[in-house]
């Protein structure tokens, strides 16, 4: 088993920042895509943003320039900084990554989410 354990959701004034944390553990061998996805209300979900084990990295248009994902592979961790938040960032946030249990089977999993919300 394989579980993804996010933190650092809350309310923030827009302008502001969040730090997201994802933590994978569990049986793992390697992990190797983790992202960021978002689900507004009344909207379908998202890709934020996302990163491989080489560290490339894929953002979505809307939040370029704000948003910047980085992993930590010594702790199959996986952070999303966000900066300038907007009203329109409010959704919740949920952690997914492809993760090897095995050198020959793989996982994709999810976290839980955990809600931001921008508003004054």
């Known amino acids: 088993q394989v579980q993804l354990v996010e933190s650092g959701g809350g309310l923030v004034q827009p302008g502001g920042s969040l730090r997201l944390s994802c933590a994978a553990s569990g049986s793992i061998f390697s992990i190797y895509a983790m992202a960021w996805y978002r689900r507004a209300p009344g909207k379908q979900r998202e890709l934020v943003a996302a990163?491989?084990?080489?560290?490339?990295?894929n953002y979505a248009d809307s939040v370029k320039g704000r948003f910047t994902i980085s992993r930590d592979n010594a702790k199959n961790a996986v952070y999303l900084q966000m900066n300038s938040l907007k009203p329109a960032d409010t959704a919740v946030y949920s952690c997914?990554?492809?993760?090897?249990?095995?050198?020959?089977?793989?996982?994709?999993?999810w976290g839980q989410g955990t809600l931001v919300t921008v508003s004054s």
């Open positions: 997914n990554a492809v993760v090897y249990p095995t050198q020959s089977r793989y996982l994709e999993v």
């Open positions: 990163i491989t084990s080489g560290d490339s990295t």
